[in-house]
Each structure stands twice: as C-alpha cells, then as structure tokens.
C-alpha cells in the first residue's frame, strides 16, 4: 500500500494550499492508499542551531515535532510539501521544515546522500501572480537541494492568482489536477 506524508505550510486552514492539498489527498483516499497530513503552523519546530549533530547520528539535537516526522518520511513513498510564496519564496512555516530535513541526508566523500531511501516529492504552491513560471527558478532550487535528502521532485502544481482566500476552491482545472494526481500516486 502507498504511504504518503503531506506537510501544510500556509498558516491558514481551508485556504488556497489546504484546498489544494485536500484535493490531493481525496484522490489517494479513494484508492485506500495512508495518508498523514501534518499542519506546521500547529506544530512545534525551532529552527535548525547549525550544531552539526545530525551528521554523526540520523537524527536532530533537538526534541520537537520533528521527531515524529522523520519518522514519517522514513516509511513513505510521497513527500508532499505544500506552500503559499511569500515574498517569493515560501513561508516560514515551511522554511523551518525544510532546514531541518538536514538529518535525511549523510556526507560520504563530500558527497550527499540519503539516509532513508529515495521519496517522490510533490510541491504545491499558491501564487498571487498571475504568471505560473515568475518563481521558477526559486522552485527549481529548492526540488534541487532537497534531492541530496532523496526527495526527488516528482511533480509541481502551481495555482497562480490566488488573491482571495479561497480563490481555489473555484479553480477547476488546478482541482482535477490535484485530485488525478493523488489517484494516480495511489495505485
């Protein structure tokens, strides 16, 4: 069965992302596959302290929530990342989750490599702007530094024009889209 782990990083439920995310998840629930769906800005995570320590040991220094979501990642198939773009990258919820996915990788010969297999990742933004590739290449940085943690980018939705806090929830297109890729990562 697949397993999936969802990370929401908007601090706002029921808005763009968690419309979007929710679609996603309908689509794997109608194939039985696990789903956990984790809401950061409810969560405890302090920002990585550049102590180091997740390089002689998989794990992190500190004792938050993170725990639980390495364990998570450790036994999925699909990463799922979503996030609104402040300021043109995303939030700071989301900020902190990924500085502290440092413990997913190891350094071999100055080289990274994960420590807990390879994952699909799948990154959901929401845009104000009207034009779905003015973010691109800060979106392909990303998918690129988080491939040494083997999250390796599967697939992006991007829903622009997301003035209104549900401006989603009357986008058709980006919702069939969301909602057939959770089907098809499911099978």
């Known amino acids: 069965m697949t397993k999936v782990v969802v990370f929401m990083g908007s601090p706002r439920k029921k808005g763009n992302v968690d419309t979007i995310l929710d679609e996603i998840i309908r689509g794997v629930n109608d194939n039985g596959a696990e789903v956990k769906k984790?809401?950061?800005?409810?969560?405890?995570?302090?920002?990585?302290?550049?102590?180091?320590?997740?390089?002689?040991?998989?794990?992190?220094?500190?004792?938050?929530?993170?725990?639980?979501?390495?364990?998570?990642?450790?036994?999925?198939?699909?990463?799922?990342?979503?996030?609104?773009?402040?300021?043109?990258?995303?939030?700071?919820?989301?900020?902190?989750?990924l500085d502290r996915l440092y413990p997913l990788t190891e350094i071999n010969k100055a080289k990274h490599t994960p420590r807990f297999g390879e994952k699909k990742l799948i990154m959901v933004y929401t845009q104000?702007?009207?034009?779905?590739?003015?973010?691109?290449?800060?979106?392909?940085?990303?998918?690129?530094?988080?491939?040494?943690?083997?999250?390796?980018?599967?697939?992006?939705?991007?829903?622009?024009?997301?003035?209104?806090?549900?401006?989603?929830?009357?986008?058709?297109?980006?919702?069939k889209k969301a909602y057939n890729l959770g089907v098809k990562i499911s099978l």
């Open 38 to 97: 984790y809401y950061l800005n409810d969560m405890n995570i302090k920002g990585c302290q550049g102590c180091l320590y997740c390089r002689k040991t998989p794990s992190c220094a500190l004792k938050d929530d993170m725990v639980e979501v390495y364990e998570d990642i450790k036994s999925v198939e699909y990463v799922i990342i979503g996030s609104p773009v402040y300021i043109c990258q995303v939030s700071a919820q989301t900020k902190l989750l």
């Open 128 to 175: 104000a702007a009207p034009i779905s590739f003015l973010f691109k290449k800060y979106f392909r940085y990303t998918v690129k530094h988080l491939k040494g943690m083997g999250l390796n980018h599967y697939k992006t939705i991007i829903a622009t024009k997301a003035f209104e806090r549900d401006s989603t929830k009357h986008n058709s297109k980006i919702l």
